[in-house]
């Protein structure tokens, strides 16, 4: 299961739990409102507990519909893992991590 929540007092996007083949389709789902009602779309990975390749195409996909809204995006405390397989990806330079 993924959890989405925009912190009003970070003014981040909190993910938290999976970003798997199982719940990205969801995520989609999930950001296309949220991310409507937002300025700056800052995602907060930290509380990601386990991905896959799906979750990193899910960040990708998250990258065009900020671009289609005009809207920067940025990725702070990518998990290890996940930031792992973004570099033997070739992502990692792709992705806008801070």
């Known amino acids: 299961m993924m959890n ?3 912190d009003e007092v970070a003014k981040r996007i909190l993910v938290s739990g999976e970003l798997t083949f199982d719940t990205a389709a ?3 789902d999930m950001t296309e409102e949220l991310f409507t009602d937002i300025a700056v779309l800052d995602v907060d990975l930290s509380e990601v507990t386990r991905s896959d390749s799906a979750g990193l195409a899910l960040l990708i996909e ?3 519909q900020a671009e289609k809204l005009n809207k920067p995006i940025r990725y702070f405390n ?3 893992q996940m930031l ?3 570099e033997a990806s070739g992502l990692e ?3 806008p991590l801070q």
């Open 4 to 6: 989405l929540i925009f």
């Open 26 to 28: 969801n995520g989609i």
């Open 62 to 64: 998250w990258m065009r």
């Open 78 to 80: 990518m998990p290890t």
């Open 84 to 86: 792992a397989m973004a």
């Open 93 to 95: 330079e792709l992705l």
